[in-house]
């Protein structure tokens, strides 16, 4: 495996620079590019940047996908002209594709137009952004919520609202970038802890003793579909008095008795998760994010977070879709229970063929590769055999475990599922075939 310090993550890393407000400095390490050069203004400057990615087998590319072949469904897409089915979005619910959600879209279209004209504080905010709001409170149970236009902006907001220059924030080191971007953009330092190990989250927590002030934790860890230690983070945080901030990105909707997530999941209360953020571009099938907690926690985002503030809010009828997907949500619970029945069932044929499994329950399974180029050429064998399966690699995962991030959607059939799982069989460059990845 290539050494690389930019890489190695550890949290005795520490960077230093100085900006106009003052000198900033990191603990940790930025999941950056490995060795990427600097890219200076130079003829070539540019071309060398992308020639390295390549060397090192990383360059990102797009698909266009073409359209979709099935009504009402997106499981199956037609991507370069083939018709494949689609085992990476993170549609797990099968509702992107939802006619009442599309027709919800399309008569408020009609009737507020397609823009919202300005950002929430000057003009934009509208009757259906106050109705999602009040709806997405009740069905998470906080006292308010409070709309973005991504979950990353909405990230940004609950990290840089609560925590400050000359504070610590704890990271998971599998967070999701956006936490990192919002404790970067708040000016606190971070300290990473193991994945999923809240003693070492205590560990950091004790030493930075009263400048720990957040912790932060995806719910579903969006790479390898396990879940956060959250009654443990939660104990750790209030004993520390830290705010706790939980990304359930990929965790509302899913997890959880009725849905209602990773807080529901564990039986968890307001006040020991106290911030909680959720994707409405994920399992309920649209766009956008919001923050829960309670009156002041939102009234202060309201007042601070620039990625509230200084931006153009989300178009209405995008929030009377939600509307509407969040009422499916509530009145279709057998979506729920689909997508994990279908995620077992691969999980139990995947384990059979001795695959490199996460230990994950969640829609989210990923096969684990290790190399970079042979996770690509594993996706390009899939795709030859009419699955779409993203190999994702270092830097969105640590080096040398690049993997085919396997999702599940209630829109696929047991028939998909278990072709999928045959054409995993025929790849003959396989995975290290352990049992779990993480012990
Ligand atoms: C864990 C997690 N948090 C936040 C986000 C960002 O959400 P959005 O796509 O709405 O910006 C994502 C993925 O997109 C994610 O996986």
Known sequence: MPQNPEYRCTAKITRSWRTRDGPFELVGALPTLPSSPAVKREPTALKSALAEIDRQHLRRTRRTVESFPVADSRAEIVVDGKRVVDFCSNDYLGLARHPEIAAAMGECAARTGAGSGASHLVTGHGYEHQALEEELAAFTGYERALLFSTGYMANLAAIATLADRGEV???????????????????????????????????????????????????????????????????????????????????????????????????????????????????????????????????????????????????????????????????????RERVLALAAR????????????????????????????????????????????????????????????????????????????EALARIPAHAPRKSEVHG
């Open 346 to 421: 691969f999980r139990k044929a995947a384990r059979a063929l001795d695959l490199h499994l996460a230990p994950s329950e969640t829609p989210i399974q990923p096969v684990i590769i290790g190399a970079a180029d042979a996770a690509v050429r594993a996706q390009n064998r899939l795709l030859e055999a009419g699955f779409l399966v993203v190999a994702i690699r270092p830097p969105t995962v640590p080096t040398g475990t690049a993997r085919l991030r396997i999702t599940f959607s209630a829109a696929h059939t047991e028939e998909q599922v278990d072709a999928l799982v």
């Open 169 to 335: 924030v704890a990271l998971d080191r599998l967070n999701h970038a956006s936490l990192i971007d919002g404790t970067l953009i708040s000016g606190a330092r971070f300290s990473r802890y193991a994945h999923a190990d809240a003693a070492d989250a205590e560990r950091v927590l004790k030493e930075h003793q009263g400048a720990a002030t957040v912790i932060a934790t995806d719910g579903v860890f969006s790479m390898d579909g396990d879940l956060a230690r959250l009654p443990t983070l939660a104990r750790i945080a209030k004993a520390y008095k830290a705010w706790l901030v939980v990304d359930d990105a990929h965790g509302i909707g899913v997890v959880g008795p009725t849905g209602r997530g990773i807080v529901e999941h564990y039986e968890l209360s307001n006040s020991e998760v106290p911030v909680l953020v959720g994707t409405l571009g994920k399992a309920f099938g649209t766009f956008g994010a919001f923050v829960a907690g309670s009156t002041e926690l939102i009234e202060l985002l309201v007042q601070k977070a620039r990625t509230y503030i200084y931006t153009t809010a989300l178009p209405q009828p995008v929030a009377a879709a939600t509307r509407k997907s969040l009422e499916i949500v509530q009145r279709e619970p057998w979506r």
